[in-house]
């Protein structure tokens, strides 16, 4: 529409237009969105590279855990690469295996593994031999083997044993979950009501398999009182007769010889079993 010589001309939005500047703040917060999940991605992201002080910042950020863990998986890819830089955050390290935090005595107990020529690191490890929590336990006791340590062997002869699982508490067993429930560190495994009426969740330590249930719902129990039995994971199993090539006694035979004649297991849980069995016995052969 066009007025009179001295007045502008107006123009009419027409539908599209109008659809245009509807869309435009849901336009906006999709990308703003988009780009704070990716920003969140990134900065979470365990491959990206961290500089000396983004790993000296992240090891004290205590209140964000996966900042820990990433500055440690850093820390252990310097130490493969053989970087003498990765021995300035020794002494943080090892206080790290002293934390309340289980995450973080499990992965430090890892990662001392890698340097075993490191005095300091041994000795911690051999205090990580007696955590409460016998996944930090298994960690440090293979990482020991590295040091042509066997002082952890008992941990790892353990792995292919079913391990128990007991009550904290006195009380009733109201729900557990079922035999050969595949497990993952935290699983709910019983819920124990108490005399108050409370109720107390039990959660798996370890990865696994639930191999069988001890008490069952309505059993009373006291602390102490086993209530289930789990079988390691694989991986666990693998690892742990990978170091018992290395450390296994002849006691350990038979328990190993099982795994390598269990059709059960996998191929290469067998292999390594076999294999295993076989180092054992020409150690001692040769002693």
């Not at 006791?141 to 941990?155: E, I, M, Q, T």
């Not at 390594?272 to 052969?285: E, P």
């Amino acid at each position: 529409m066009t007025g009179n010589g001295n007045n502008p001309e107006v123009k009419i939005a027409t539908p599209e237009v109008k659809r245009l500047r509807a869309s435009g703040p849901i336009l906006l917060l999709a990308i703003l969105f988009v780009g704070g999940a990716f920003l969140t991605w990134y900065f979470s992201w365990f491959g990206r590279s961290l500089t000396d002080a983004d790993i000296s910042q992240y090891l004290v950020d205590e209140q964000h855990p996966r900042r820990v863990q990433h500055a440690l998986l850093q820390i252990q890819q310097r130490i493969e690469r053989g970087e003498p830089s990765a021995k300035q955050w020794y002494p943080q390290i090892i206080r790290l295996a002293g934390h309340s935090e289980t995450e973080f005595r499990l992965t430090v107990a890892w990662l001392m593994g890698f340097d075993s020529t490191s005095e300091e690191f041994r000795q911690a490890l051999q205090q990580l031999l007696r955590d409460p929590q016998p996944i930090v336990r298994r960690n440090a006791a293979l990482a020991l083997v590295r040091f042509n340590d066997a002082s952890g062997r008992a941990d790892l002869v353990a792995i292919l044993s079913p391990y128990e699982v007991k009550s904290p508490v006195e009380g009733e067993v109201a729900s557990t979950l079922k035999e050969g429930a595949q497990l993952a560190r935290g699983t709910l495994l019983v819920r124990i009501t108490q005399p108050d009426g409370k109720t107390v969740e039990v959660r798996s330590p370890l990865p696994g398999k639930m191999q069988r249930i001890v008490a069952p719902a309505g059993t009373k129990v006291s602390p102490e009182t086993a209530l289930v039995a789990i079988n390691s994971d694989e991986n666990s199993v693998w690892e742990a007769l990978r170091a018992l090539a290395l450390i296994g006694e002849r006691e350990d035979l038979s328990l190993i010889e099982r795994y390598a004649q269990d059709a059960a297991q996998s191929d290469r849980v067998r292999q390594q079993a076999a294999l295993t069995a076989k180092a054992i016995q020409s150690r001692f052969n040769q002693q």
